[in-house]
C-alpha cells in the first residue's frame, strides 16, 4: 500500500461506523483488513478534547497532550487486545491517535507502521521521538500546503518529521489545506 492508499482510508472513516469507540465521540477506530485507521474530528466531542491541550505524563511515551491521550484511552484497550495491525492511519485527530497507538505497539516491541495525515502536535518532551526511533517505526506524517493543523499547539512537537506536500491554497497557514480530499489529491 502507499501513503495515497492510507489517506483514502482514513477520508473514509469519516463516513463508516467505528469498529471500535462510540460514533459521536472523539475516540474511534476503523477495522479495514489489518489496518487500524482512527477518525479525526467531525463533532463536538471531538473539538473539546483538541482543546484539552495541558499535558499529562505517560509511563513510557513522556508528556503528551491531554486531549489526545483521554481519547486514546476510551478505546485502548480494546484496540491493544487486537493482533498487531499492519500500519495504522489517521487524519487530524485521528492522525495524533494513530501515533499514539503507533507508540503503545512500540513499548511492546512491535514496530507498527504509522501514517499520519496533517496531525497536530502532542508532544511535550522527546520520550515518544526516542522510543519510535529505537524500535524503527516507519513514520510518514504529512503537511499540505500551508495548513495550520500541523503548527499547534505551538509548544508541543511531534515525533518525527513532518513530509511537506502539495502546493498552498493561500500564501499563509491556513485550515483549508488541511482538508483530506486536499491531502488525497496532493499524494495521488
Known amino acids: 500500500m502507499k501513503p495515497v492508499d492510507f489517506a483514502l482510508l482514513s477520508a473514509r472513516a469519516y463516513t463508516d461506523a467505528p469498529t ?10 476503523h477495522l479495514y483488513g489489518n489496518v487500524h485507521v482512527f477518525r479525526g474530528s467531525d463533532d463536538i466531542d471531538s473539538w473539546l478534547h483538541n482543546f484539552d491541550i ?3 505524563d505517560v509511563p513510557n511515551l513522556g508528556k503528551l497532550h491531554a486531549g489526545f491521550w483521554n481519547a486514546w484511552q476510551a478505546i485502548r484497550l480494546e484496540c491493544l487486545a487486537l493482533p ?3 500500519a495504522v492511519a489517521g487524519h ?3 492522525a495524533a ?3 499514539i497507538c503507533a507508540a503503545e505497539w512500540a513499548v511492546r516491541d512491535v514496530s507498527v507502521p504509522v501514517y499520519a495525515f496533517e496531525p497536530p502536535r502532542l508532544c511535550g518532551d522527546e520520550v515518544m521521538a526516542n522510543l519510535l526511533l529505537t524500535v524503527t517505526v516507519p513514520f510518514c506524517a504529512t ?3 500551508r495548513d495550520l493543523v500541523t503548527e499547534v499547539p505551538l509548544e508541543l512537537t511531534l515525533p518525527g518529521p513532518l513530509t ?3 502546493a498552498p491554497s493561500m500564501p499563509v497557514d491556513n485550515i483549508v489545506d488541511h482538508n483530506i480530499n486536499r491531502v488525497i489529491s496532493a499524494l495521488g
Do not use: K
Request: proline content about 11%; hydrophobic content about 40%.
Open 92 to 94: 487530524s485527530l485521528g
Open 54 to 56: 495541558e499535558l499529562v
Open 97 to 99: 491517535l494513530a501515533i
Open 84 to 86: 498487531p495491525p499492519y
Open 164 to 166: 511537506l506536500i502539495g
Open 143 to 145: 503537511r499540505n500546503g
Open 20 to 29: 471500535i469507540g462510540q460514533p459521536d465521540s472523539a475516540s474511534r477506530m
